[in-house]
Antibody
Framework: QVQLVQSGAEVKRPGSSVRVSCKTS????????FHWVRQAPGRGLEYMGG????????SYAQKFQDTVTITADDSATTAYLEVKWLTSDDTAMYYC???????????WGQGTLVTVSS | QSVLTQPPSLSATPGQNVTISCSGS????????VSWYQQLPGTAPKLLIY???ERPSGIPDRFSGSKSGTSATLDITGLRTGDEADYYC???????????FGGGTKLTVL
């Protein structure tokens, strides 16, 4: 059973940044991609972007291209999501998901709640 | 507005069968595999169907998927109260070069 363990809940001020981590085992990390999906309160799933570990190649949904950075640390077998210039609209649950080369997400983290409030 | 279109809600009674539709276009469903996810209240999404119709181990055969052209469907037979959840379709979009989700369907089992 693949486990993706995300960092804990965050409360941030508007205009600040947040970094969320997603750690898994070496076996689960290798030969997969890692993605971030957010879910605002009461809303649906929204794809943000993903990374190919080992190559550092990233892709982002257009909406997030200027405010989001996704990285992967191969030695730590961890993927990261950084969101800059937070606004109240960024208050959401953020999920990491492991991707396959058939473009589906076979394992999900438990979610990290990010609350943006002054 | 989601790239993939799903009915916002459906309701049915235990034992009934339901079909959840997912409509897209040539650059997404028409050209790529579709996957489906189940999100029970307060939990992370879980993979239900991949590669249009394949089930991961542990997913009962009451759940089945299919694709035709630019649309996909998720069928659930013999509904149970535990199937009450939000269901999302997803695929890759060649024009956007990223993954895309449907808006989700809230299934109520009365």
């Amino acid at each position: 059973q693949v486990q993706l363990v995300q960092s804990g809940a965050e409360v941030k001020r508007p205009g600040s940044s947040v970094r969320v981590s997603c750690k898994t085992s070496r076996d689960a990390f290798t030969r997969h991609t890692f993605h971030w999906v957010r879910q605002a309160p009461g809303r649906g799933l929204e794809y943000m972007g993903g990374v190919v570990p080992g190559y550092g190649k990233t892709s982002y949904a257009q909406k997030f291209q200027d405010t989001v950075t996704i990285t992967a640390d191969d030695s730590a077998t961890t993927a990261y999501l950084e969101v800059k210039w937070l606004t109240s609209d960024d208050t959401a649950m953020y999920y990491c998901a492991r991707g396959t080369f058939s473009n589906y997400f076979d394992s999900w983290g438990q979610g990290t709640l990010v609350t943006v409030s002054s | 507005q989601s790239v993939l279109t799903q009915p916002p809600s459906l309701s049915a009674t235990p034992g009934q069968n339901v079909t959840i539709s997912c409509s897209g276009s040539g650059s997404n469903i028409g050209d790529h595999y579709v996957s489906w996810y189940q999100q029970l209240p307060g939990t992370a999404p879980k993979l239900l169907i991949y590669d249009n119709h394949e089930r991961p181990s542990g997913i009962p055969d009451r759940f089945s998927g299919s694709k035709s052209g630019t649309s996909a469907t998720l069928d659930i037979t013999g509904l149970r109260t535990g199937d009450e959840a939000d269901y999302y379709c997803a695929t890759f979009d060649s024009s956007l070069s990223v993954g895309v989700f449907g808006g989700g369907t809230k299934l109520t089992v009365l």
